[in-house]
């Protein structure tokens, strides 16, 4: 069963970054927001993700940087920074959650 739910990832992943530009795991933390429906704390967005808390600050602050999601810095460290779900962010999102579904369809119909 882990091997499976492992290969469902790595395709997720693939198919997720050659139709928009995501990772799976960019697809978590918009996924994340968008179902917050309000700005996160980043150290809070850190308990969901699958990775650890710099992973998961370095990931905001690319999808920052592409405009994705916008990154408000309240210390040095940034765990306190809130992350919200831009426009454009949830746009992206929409477009990767048919991905996501229909890779996910078709692994559980074979």
Not at 15 to 25: I, K, M, N, S, T
Not at 51 to 64: A, E, P, Q, W
Request: charged letters at 30%; proline letters at 1%.
């Amino acid at each position: 069963m882990a091997r499976a739910a492992t290969s469902l990832v790595a395709f997720l992943d693939r198919e997720l970054e050659a139709e928009h530009g995501l990772r799976f795991v960019d697809f978590d933390i918009l996924d994340r927001l968008a179902t917050a429906k309000e700005r996160l704390p980043l150290a809070e967005l850190s308990k969901h993700v699958s990775l650890s808390r710099s992973g998961v600050r370095l990931r905001v602050r690319l999808l920052d940087a592409s405009g994705l999601v916008a990154l408000k810095a309240a210390d040095r460290r940034g765990d306190s920074a809130l992350v919200e779900l831009t426009e454009a962010g949830a746009r992206r999102h929409g477009l990767a959650s048919a991905t996501v579904a229909r890779v996910v369809a078709a692994a559980t119909e074979g």
